[in-house]
């Protein structure tokens, strides 16, 4: 299999030719190692390959053979590299793998390298000291998002169908955005985290994937969901797999469109005409869609407060314990000025300012849902505005403190974070594209507590209604032997 062929296929269509002979596991991976060589020098998104272990054979399991990569965070493998973008962490080993790494071994996926992230993945976009900026494939000098940025650019440039991705605040829908990817957050408690933890970052922070098709994140999440003793939080069971949702009819559904975000960086022309258009195409497809009266139930200063105040207080606790582990001092000399303001920030946090933080959380978590009681599905702009220039986050950063910083990072991507704060699933959905500069404009899609089945359904119908499988990235231009 030569890597023009390997590109043009998903994870399905790569098991489904393994499963049938017509390609070895060797050859694909031979694929995927030669995209890497071809692509990853312009972008930066693979920190590390490694031989990858041997899996189940062909057809033993529901994706066997096809290549994957994890995320430089929030997962474990064992023996492996785990360094969180960060010098505090360079040369952290694995001692073992975690659930999720084991659910990926299980579902058949051949794990050959790691993906970069931001320092701690504190940040939407990908541009760590450690490893230097991932570049995204459909124009070099903008990011790639964040935080799972290296995974979105890999996937999004033919490296790999699908990659291992993370999302606080955002962290799948934003790279998936800015790449032209499919990327579903799901509903808290649907894939576990553990065991080394029960939650992260008090249930902001789930587990996922992005993809280039919708039915390779529906199936993934089939393979990879449901509860792990001790978590404590179960997510509801679905009433059939969610790789069947992709081809069924969602119905007509009542959607709420909010064009402007509760706060932060307003929507830009291009992005709202995107929203425009995406509206169309809903309701040529049968769709009741409205502009939505959807409250956050706490104003946005108060949200961005609470949120800097949990998210520091967890980055603190988890910043001491690699320094205790490494021997390694918290200074300049081993974080990122934005990272240590923000470890400054949360040191500070007293335990009534956390718990007040968290009575934040609970009251936005009623207000949205009480949305979903008016409307089956919720729309938004991923992002306000296409892929920012490289260094449009770090501008000014040494000045700003643990508050500052996160401010900038909600400013700059307003409509994602709420959805992590009431735990419920949204998808970013490469619907269209900007017509002026061919950049991808992804379009949010949220949904009640555990209402995943709603969100495939309707990504389905859109992947239909406007494939985005033929829009090539620039990458792929010039050296790259893909399509």
Known sequence: MDVKDYVGFDAVGLAELIARGQVTPAEVEAAAREAVRAVDPQLNAVVEIWPADDGPGPGSAPLAGVPFLIKDLGITMAGRRTELGSRLAAGNVAAADSTLMSRFRRAGLVTFGRTATPEMAYSTTTEPVLYGPTRNPWDLTRSAGGSSGGAAAAVASGIVPLAHATDAAGSIRIPAAYNGLFGLKPTRGRIPVGPDVDEIFNGLAVQGCVSRTVRDSALLLDLVSGPAAGDPYVAPEPPRPYAQEVSRDPGSLRIGVLAQP?????????????????????????????????????????????????????LTAWIDELAAASGRPVDFSTLEPPILASYHYGRRVTGTELVTALAVRNRVSRSLARSFDAYDVLLTPTMPDLPVPLGTHGRGAETLDGLGWLRRLLDLSPFTAAFNVAGTPAMSVPVTADPGTGLPVGMQFAAGYGREGRLFRLAGQLEQAAPWSDRTPTVWAGNHPGR
């Open 262 to 314: 509760w706060g932060g960086h307003r929507t830009t022309a291009p992005v709202a005409e995107a929203l425009s258009r995406t509206v169309r195409l809903l309701e040529s497809l049968g769709h009741r869609v409205e502009q939505a009266q959807a409250e956050l139930g706490v104003d946005w200063e108060e949200f961005v407060l609470a949120n800097a105040r949990q998210w520091t207080a967890n």
